[in-house]
């Protein structure tokens, strides 16, 4: 039986507006919790909406839209009604096949693990999946779900990758990139790298398909820059660099240039990091060649900034000011249709974090400062880990700037978001600024500052 076609959502393509997938997927966060209400939405998502393949939203999905959209029905938004989507009226609608690979993913109506499929008998591995991951749950509790909705072991590979791996690579990808952002990478890196073994073994394996080959290059790739994040974030640096130079050489390949620029990125992060500024900088002029063709003015302002910081670490202020003024000459040419997924981190609140940066290695720590409170007051809250890092780099600059209360003040913040985050990079952060306030213990607020630091 032929599959039945999917026709475009317009109607929910415009009142996305001139915001992009991801940009707007972070406006429907930010409205589920103004209602009390968890979705994990993201770029994909949305795009799953606008192309049709969502014909009607699950009901926690629909009051997110309904609050958005005062006044409008689902109707009105492009959707079916739920009993034509689900095959509920009073005469039998024969369902259309649906693709496994939109089954895997659990804001999909039919998926076994969704809030208000009619099977009342889920099985217990996805009941633990659901609370764990939809609720939000301790960052323990969030690895062990990678363990689950994951890829599988590599000892039961199909003989041959079909759309059903590629996409479950590619979600891997995104759940790896949500739960970081909400509880830091320490508690994730060691779950997360057998799924990249995986990934790398399918496309060993080969694909049915070269679209599907095309697929399993990019994700898998991907997937290293992921797994290799959460190396860099928990400390591991020599980790970091191999998944980074792994993806690196799957980019080029696959002739996948986005992917390139995107290891480039990463690569030039950890170099400044790790103390090489002139690496930094080669790494981040070599994303930028990668990147130009791709018509991102987003990702080519994330990488001047990269470019920004491995100047500010040779101590050439003017070759990182040229580096800065670029960065807010792209990124004032707004959200593009090719943005890369991966960007959806990358708004203001980043780029005012890493000019904190680049001010600070130069020792302007007090116009650091500012930068780095920019950062933390426009930083969505959902993204815990960055309001988490961007309060110890405020805490940092405050204390080298000779505002210690301050700094105790926001070295007190970071130990409260630390609760749910776990991040050895931030820790370190958060040790440095404590033992730059030793001398000022004396002033009481220092003195409860370090007390509980010392506890913690």
């Known amino acids: 039986m032929a599959a039945f076609p999917h026709s475009p959502n317009s109607s929910f393509r415009r009142l996305r507006g001139r915001h992009s997938p991801a940009e707007f997927a972070a406006l429907v966060r930010k409205a589920a919790r103004e209602i009390g209400e968890t979705v994990s939405c993201d770029a994909r998502y949305i795009g799953r909406v606008e192309s049709g393949e969502i014909r009607c939203p699950n009901y926690a999905y629909e009051r997110v839209f309904l609050h958005m959209f005062p006044g409008r029905t689902l109707a009105d938004l492009g959707f079916s009604p739920r009993e034509a989507v689900r095959g509920r009226s009073g005469r039998r609608v024969a369902p259309a096949p649906v693709d496994p690979a939109d089954l895997a993913h659990p804001d999909h109506p039919d998926h076994p693990d969704h809030p208000h499929h009619p099977t009342t008998h889920r099985s217990k591995e996805s009941d633990v999946l659901r609370r764990a991951f939809m609720a939000g749950g301790s960052a323990t509790v969030a690895a062990a779900t990678l363990s689950l909705t994951l890829l599988g072991d590599t000892r039961r590979l199909p003989s041959r990758a079909g759309e059903a791996e590629a996409a479950a690579v590619e979600d891997a990808v995104r759940q790896i990139r949500l739960l970081d952002d909400r509880h830091g990478a320490d508690a994730l890196y060691r779950r997360a790298v057998q799924p990249l073994r995986t990934a790398y073994a399918l496309l060993d394996a080969g694909a049915t398909r070269q679209s599907t080959e095309d697929r399993l290059h990019a994700g898998a790739g991907e997937l290293a820059v992921s797994v290799g994040w959460l190396a860099h974030d928990s400390g591991r640096y020599e980790d970091a660099r191999s998944h980074y130079s792994e993806a690196l050489a799957t980019a080029r390949v696959s002739g996948d240039a986005g992917l390139e620029a995107h290891a480039f990125s990463n690569m030039a992060f950890l170099a400044r990091d790790c103390g090489r500024p002139r690496e930094s900088v080669r790494a981040a002029q070599a994303g930028r060649r990668a990147a130009r063709p791709l018509g991102s003015p987003r990702?080519?302002?994330?990488?001047?900034?990269?470019?920004?910081?491995?100047?500010?670490?040779?101590?050439?202020?003017?070759?990182?000011?040229?580096?800065?003024?670029?960065?807010?000459?792209?990124?004032?040419?707004?959200?593009?249709?090719?943005?890369?997924?991966?960007?959806?981190?990358?708004?203001?609140?980043?780029?005012?974090?890493?000019?904190?940066?680049?001010?600070?290695?130069?020792?302007?720590?007090?116009?650091?400062?500012?930068?780095?409170?920019?950062?933390?007051?426009?930083?969505?809250?959902?993204?815990?880990?960055?309001?988490?890092?961007?309060?110890?780099?405020?805490?940092?600059?405050?204390?080298?700037?000779?505002?210690?209360?301050?700094?105790?003040?926001?070295?007190?913040?970071?130990?409260?978001?630390?609760?749910?985050?776990?991040?050895?990079?931030?820790?370190?952060?958060?040790?440095?600024?404590?033992?730059?306030?030793?001398?000022?213990?004396?002033?009481?607020?220092?003195?409860?500052?370090?007390?509980?630091h010392a506890q913690a």
């Open 299 to 452: 990702l080519l302002a994330l990488l001047a900034l990269r470019e920004a910081g491995g100047w500010a670490g040779l101590g050439d202020r003017r070759a990182c000011e040229e580096a800065l003024t670029r960065a807010h000459t792209e990124f004032s040419r707004g959200p593009s249709g090719a943005d890369p997924e991966w960007m959806s981190f990358f708004g203001e609140a980043e780029l005012e974090s890493l000019e904190s940066r680049c001010w600070a290695t130069l020792g302007e720590h007090a116009r650091a400062a500012r930068h780095a409170r920019r950062a933390g007051d426009l930083q969505d809250p959902h993204f815990a880990r960055n309001v988490a890092l961007y309060t110890a780099e405020l805490a940092d600059d405050l204390v080298r700037a000779g505002a210690p209360d301050e700094a105790a003040w926001a070295g007190g913040r970071v130990l409260d978001l630390l609760t749910d985050v776990r991040s050895t990079r931030i820790r370190s952060m958060l040790d440095e600024t404590a033992r730059a306030l030793v001398p000022h213990q004396r002033s009481p607020r220092v003195g409860a500052f370090l007390t509980r």
